[in-house]
């Protein structure tokens, strides 16, 4: 049975809720949200997903919320969704990262190796600026840095984006199509 959610407070992507002890151990072993004076707080994504994976339900000012209320907002939330129930399924840690950026980024973690990782919708596109800027920050992190492209049918693939010196690239390995 899904547990109780109670939303206390709502600001940009980052949501406040109120719920029982039990479910906050549940969230924390999940890894899900962070605990703070017997509170939880969620990112959009973060409540998004146990809405829709109806591990619980939530209200607002005596509202019932539904998972795709949540996402009407926020550009791309879909495609960042995706990605995340994706990496959840692989049984990967997640950490949503939303600050200090346009585009929406993945702390994660499995068996050891640690991950930036960018949901980009097919088709969309990353100015090389911004991109060289994750590259820095994932390496800062001791992380590599992944694309999650997802399809029009909303599968994923990754790949993996690396830096290099362009001037290093000696004459005799680039060739002509």
């Known amino acids: ?46 409540l998004a997903y146990l809405l829709w994976s109806r591990k619980a339900v939530a209200t607002q000012d005596d509202c019932l919320l539904e998972w795709l209320d949540l996402l009407a907002n926020h550009d791309d939330a879909a495609t960042e969704l995706i990605v995340y129930i994706d990496l959840l399924k692989r049984h990967c840690r997640v950490t949503v990262l939303s600050e200090k950026s346009k585009l929406v980024r993945f702390l994660v973690s499995k068996s050891g190796e640690r991950f930036m990782v960018i949901p980009l919708r097919e088709g969309s596109s990353i100015e090389s600026q911004e991109l060289i800027s994750h590259v820095r920050e994932a390496s800062l992190n001791a992380c590599k840095l992944l694309l999650a492209l997802v399809d029009s049918r909303g599968s994923v693939v990754y790949y993996e984006a690396e830096r290099f010196d362009a001037n290093s690239v000696k004459h005799s390995q680039a060739r002509e199509l």
Do not use: A, T, W, Y
């Open 1 to 46: 049975m899904p547990e109780m959610l109670r939303i206390v407070k709502r600001s940009g992507r980052r949501f406040v809720v109120v719920c029982s002890p039990n479910m906050s151990r549940k969230l924390k072993q999940l890894g899900i949200g962070e605990s703070k004076n017997g509170v939880v707080e969620l990112d959009v994504l973060e």
